[in-house]
């Protein structure tokens, strides 16, 4: 058995520490940009960023909320991330989180009365049919007719948005609770919500699901056929055509596995968190989940990585609000520069010029295109 | 010397470059120099260090050592933007042209317009006309780029170069993608720079051109200078044993073979284009095993079309196409059946991010023994590499390397390498020597001889008559979608094969002849 492809341990080490260069530059200048602004509001960003990291890894209760906050945008990353990888530009997450989010609360919402190991199955296989289901209409428009995906996901996120609305609204809606105040469906079944992993805290399965899904996904496209397929489609369509590939099949696949992943995001948040289906849940883990999957060079073991320091930063924020009164948005600032410092191609090239080599990603094909 | 190549003024020289990329050593101690006036080639396999040589004059590659003097300075060149303002132009044998732009558009592409923030067009168009009237170097300056044949496009570049005001400028491979025809027009515009005190250095493997252009060769072997001497000094053998260090021979050695049973059948087939034009228009042939089918014409003339289409790629509108008896819709995914080697190595051939033990199984990771299960067996896939590595001759850093990384010949031999591995009933090749150094055209016409002697049949598709006269067992021509005729892989047919390829039926030919 060839561990690591062929590579030795020390090769893959070198090799993860070289793709680490780019996005650890860019995080390092997103803050070292952030703190010039922190200063300019005249706080000392030593303080601010001293009281966010304290405030995402400082206690058990922070660590909790962290994991609670990187547990969607590591579904939607890795959902985000496998597209990438095969030269799809899926930016649909949100509106198949909406869907898998609905179709799992559906299942849940039903008291069948079956023990959780079945209940809570059943209702994480409904929402990944829920966001297959969304990101069916855009993978076929792709795969047979040509249609970009980018035009066609993006626009479906908000049909999805809307439908949510509808099926929990409180007059009208098919799951919708009667009465309520808000906009939202019924408690779930207890047998189908996620276990809490840490007693007094919202810290639930649904993190242990994202890291094993993570670890499955980094075998599906390092050690499978399919895998190999995927990337032989993102690095080279035309050669994979050429080598008998057919590309309409694995192009549905892709945005079906894709879909379904950011369905699953959806589920679990309801299953795990909120034990409610409710309108406009979703702050963008969908987008958020491009920007995970952009800064992880669509690695899914670096996925895991990428959703955290997003999830530490949100997570921070209100502490660094409470500490310094500075506005939680400056996360949404680092965020930005950070992609930003990614995707900026002179920064590539220097490195690359130190480095001896240029830094590819995966994903610079759908950069340069955009 | 006595040729008076003293007396010129130096333009350029490269003294003692050195330039490795990890293990390997890609130029070793190279030393070029080029006089004011003077069209100098740079000879050599692929992969002898040329294109890395001419990386690190235009700034692309730092040396490891070893010094750059311009008219007599010595200077360092940080980057293509540097190289320009030192007066080196390029054309690479990739051009750097954006297709939707127009001709001035990409002229003016990255320079500094006088009036920023504004561009100034008319200006650009007015000199860019005022250049290609000057060289007689017929460019329309407001066609897009995609619109352009290749020569138009090369044309364009060298237009680009100029308007840069470039005094050296270096040409990668030039003529590997001109017809014949445009090949002299090249050389007349070659000539004329070097006359006004431009220096040339003109890249290439082609050793006719080499001798019939050029005024002083520098050969290059495996990242050495073997030899640098006046062009008229040299003859073409002596030019090819330093090239390749042994000798070489395209000539045929065995009379052309009949093949047996029928492999593949193609009647009345027609195809469209890319862009909905008639690609094939009613092509009939039939090929053996045991045989091989030389297929000439100029280029663009549904050849590729053909290719893609008994492939399986492309739809066929009329007419049938059978492979061992079956349609060839899923030929390329079962194993033994078609071996395909594309005619754009790198876009259509190889996936270049992929490392070579990657590339190798593009077709069989699907099978065991390199997959079970639906998992791949990474511990198989590199061993095989390892094998076929050492079976091919492929210069390479090893099964992990990226494909990008190879010189063409070596990129052309994975690709072979792969699509010879099931040894398949029908090869079909396409363009397989184009771009390549006389040592890897004879190793490629030598597996294809290989192969056929195996008892494949073999589709020989390319656009220099020589190889198709050397390999072909039969050789048909073809002009616009269209089989002109057959003829014997014979150099008496020539004149009938030249006919044929600009338009003329087998037929009209010889009734002309008997009238």
Redesign the interface.
Known sequence: MAIGRGYSLRQMLRTAAYRAVTPVLSVFLAFLVSAAIIIAVGTDPIVAFGSMLNGAFGSQTALATTGVRMTPILFTGLAVAVSFRAGIFNVGAEGQLYLGAAFGAAVALLPIGLPAFIHIPLALIAGFIGGAAWAFVPGYLRAYRGVSEVVTTLMLNFVAIQLVSYLVDPLVGPIGERGAAYAQSAVIDPAAKLPILLRGTSLHAGLILGLALAVALWILIGYTRLGFRMRMLGANPIAARFAGVKSAREIMTVMLLSGGIAGLAGAVEVIGLRYRLFDHFSPGYGYDGIAVALLANSNPLGVILSSGFFAALRAGANSMQQATGIETSVVLIIQALTILFLIFRPLRDWIGSRAGRPPRLAQDSLIDAA | MEDGRHQTPELLRMDRITKSFGPLLADDAVTLDVRVGEIHALLGENGAGKSTLMKVLYGLHQPDSGEIWLDGRQITIGSPHEAVAHGIGMVHQQFMLVPNLTATENVILGMRAERRPMLDLAAARKRLVELAREYDLDVDPDAPVWQMSLGGQQRLEILKALFRGARLLVLDEPTAVLAPSEVGGLFRIMRQLASEGRGIVFISHKLSEVTEVSDHVTVLRLGRVTGTLPTREATAHTLATMMVGREISLARTTAPVVGTDTVLEISGVHCVTDRGTPGLTGVDLVVRKGEILGIAGVDGNGQRELVECI?G?RPVTAGTILVEGRPPS?A??EPGLLG?V?EDRY????????DV??NLV??A??RPPY?TN??????R??DNATQRIAAFDIRCPG??APVRSLSGGNQQKVVIARETQDDPALIVASQPTRGLDVGAVESVLNLLRQQRDRGAAVVFVSTELSEVLALSDRVVVMHKGEVMGEVPPDPAALGRIGEMMMGRSLESIDAGAVA
Do not use: M, V
């Not at chain 2, 876009?347 to 992929?354: A, N, R, S, V, W």
């Not at chain 2, 639906?374 to 511990?379: A, Q, S, T, Y």
């Open positions: 492939a790629l899923s390329l995914r395909l594309p876009e259509q051939g190889l996936i270049g991010d992929f033990s990657e593009l077709r990771y699907q997959s639906g998992f791949l067996r990474w511990g896939i590199r099964p992990l």
